[in-house]
């Protein structure tokens, strides 16, 4: 893992997401297009280092928050304010598109 980037699982979600914002990638390790999106999302997580959150959910082994935040596609990133989800994409996206939505739901 990127080292701006940590690994959540069921037992630190909420308090990751709690305070503060927070952009959280769900992926699975099967999934080509999550493996396309990967650095793209390391290099937005080092461009908003220390004002901005980032980690991944593997679905695999945390399919329990995958089931609580409804997600039926993989990649999908989730942007967390305060513990409240304020943004939701689907798909692959780009360093740019991270970027973008990282600035308009902050």
Not at 8 to 34: E, I, M, Q, R
Request: glycine share 4%; with cysteine.
């Amino acid at each position: 893992m990127a080292e701006n980037i940590i690994e959540l699982n069921n037992d630190d979600f909420d308090s990751f997401v709690a305070k503060g914002n927070s952009v959280v990638d769900f992926w699975a390790t099967w999934c080509g297009p999550c493996k396309i999106m990967a650095p793209h999302f390391e290099a937005a997580a080092k461009e908003f280092k220390g004002k901005v959150h980032f980690a991944k959910v593997n679905i695999e082994e945390s399919y329990e928050l995958a089931d609580k935040f409804h997600i039926m596609s993989v990649p999908t990133t989730v942007f967390f304010k305060n513990g409240e989800i304020v943004e939701m994409a689907v798909g692959a996206l780009s360093k740019e598109k991270i970027i973008e939505l990282v600035k308009n739901s902050f």
